[in-house]
């Protein structure tokens, strides 16, 4: 069945205030979060979209939109033709009861019903701002349309351990959804295995007119937190046709990839995959591009190789070095370095993600951190050798990891 994608709207929940990954967040909202060197945790949803030929997008922000509506500006709309009815537009809070700030997920996309009804669309994707995973849209619109749905949800396998993280869907034989439950204490498994539970990805195809009533109703009702997954999506199961999509990858690897970045563990862990020998999430697909924001910074440069002892030898080795960096007589393992990071003689990082414009002083040691955006290391400092010492002055992590806040002054 072929699905007409000019009547299909994208909306992406990007307001989200993130508190599990501060200090992170602080200065930033979830989405806009750096990622990997080189690119913002919704580029990961934005690029699905140009590879799913999706080109009518609305971008819900809220909370300290500013960096995120930037990266928008300077790296995305360029993707976007006016001309032919393409767009990308961010539209913050447009109304409410908590200093125009949205109640929940669904409040974002009711707040914004006058932008989506002026679409003039059959159906609405709406999109997760803050995920990592790779996929084509287009087969979740076409199951959508096939089963003459209500309400289709993203839907992906994941350990029972981590089930009560989620929203858990139950399904019959036909893939309809006969049961939910939000972030229970005891997930429900699978009948046919009882390891894993479906979760909701917080993706969902809606039809339009359905959509705009369920909403419209669940606005009125005061008892209500006005959030898709604790509201909306049990309140149609049963009374309406609401079907689970399950997860297609595109990431062409064994096991499907799919993260929820929403702490600093699991964003730690999942930026230092991409420096192993063999990735779980290929970034080198040229059949999947992953956009972002070019770069303007010449080539990445390595100085000094004085292989002698004592001698001064700038090398990174199983890391990713972006433009502009400059490693100085200093050694980068197991790393992360954003632009136009500098890394002076004799200094030591390992397994670490450095932000933009991070420098690293001489004789200076890193192990096991995350230090944000404009952060000088001063000489001779080590960092992530002493936990209790290092929680004196900076975060660190339940697995350990230490986070130095933006623009800290050391």
């Not at 360029?78 to 409410?96: I, K, S, T, Y």
């Not at 997930?187 to 039809?207: E, H, K, Q, T, W």
């Not at 936990?387 to 806040?405: A, C, H, N, P, W």
Request: net charge negative; with cysteine; proline share 6%.
């Amino acid at each position: 069945m072929t699905v007409d994608l000019s009547d299909t709207l994208v909306v992406i929940l990007a307001g989200g205030k993130g508190q599990r990954l501060e200090p992170l967040t602080r200065d930033r909202a979830k989405p806009a979060v750096p990622f990997g060197g080189i690119y913002r945790i919704i580029d990961f949803t934005l690029s699905n979209c140009l590879n799913s030929d999706l080109h009518k997008v609305l971008v819900l922000v809220q909370y300290r939109s500013r960096s995120l509506n930037s990266h928008l500006r300077d790296g995305w709309q360029v993707f976007f033709n006016p001309a032919v009815g393409e767009f990308l537009e961010p539209l913050p809070p447009q109304h409410g009861g908590h200093a125009d700030a949205y109640s929940g997920t669904a409040d974002a996309v009711h707040q914004n019903l006058f932008a989506v009804r002026e679409e003039d669309c059959r159906a609405v994707l709406i999109l997760a701002g803050d995920h990592i995973y790779k996929m084509d849209y287009r087969h979740m619109l076409r199951f959508h349309a096939e089963r003459h749905a209500d309400l289709t949800v993203g839907a992906v396998e994941v350990p029972v351990s981590e089930g009560s993280n989620f929203g858990i869907l139950q399904v019959d034989t036909n893939s309809r959804i006969v049961g939910f439950q939000e972030k229970p204490k005891e997930p429900r498994p699978l009948p046919a295995n009882p390891d894993v539970c479906l979760a909701s990805m917080g993706i969902y195809v809606f039809d339009y007119e359905v959509m705009e009533a369920v909403l419209r109703e669940d606005a009125r009702d005061p008892k209500s937190s006005h959030d898709f997954g604790r509201d909306i999506i049990p309140r149609m199961v049963g009374g309406h046709s609401v079907y689970a999509f399950p997860f297609v990858d595109e990431n062409r690897k064994e096991a499907k990839y799919w993260r929820d970045v929403g702490t600093i563990d699991a964003y730690y862990d999942a930026n230092m995959d991409l420096v192993s020998v063999s990735p779980h999430l290929n970034l080198y697909d040229r059949d999947w591009l992953v956009r972002t924001v070019p770069v303007m910074a010449p080539p990445p440069k390595f100085v000094f190789a004085q292989e002698v002892p004592g001698g001064r030898l700038g090398i990174a080795l199983d890391s990713t070095v972006s433009p502009g960096c400059i490693v100085s007589g200093g050694r980068v393992q197991n790393s992360i370095l954003s632009p136009n990071v500098r890394i002076n003689s004799y200094s030591l990082v390992e397994g670490s993600i450095l932000f933009e414009n991070v420098t690293v002083g001489r004789h200076a040691k890193i192990r096991r951190a995350i230090v944000d955006k404009d952060v000088t290391i001063p000489e001779g400092m080590e960092i992530g050798y002493d936990l209790e010492r290092d929680r004196r002055k900076f975060t660190v992590s339940e697995g350990g990891v230490v986070v130095i806040s933006k623009r800290t002054v050391l």
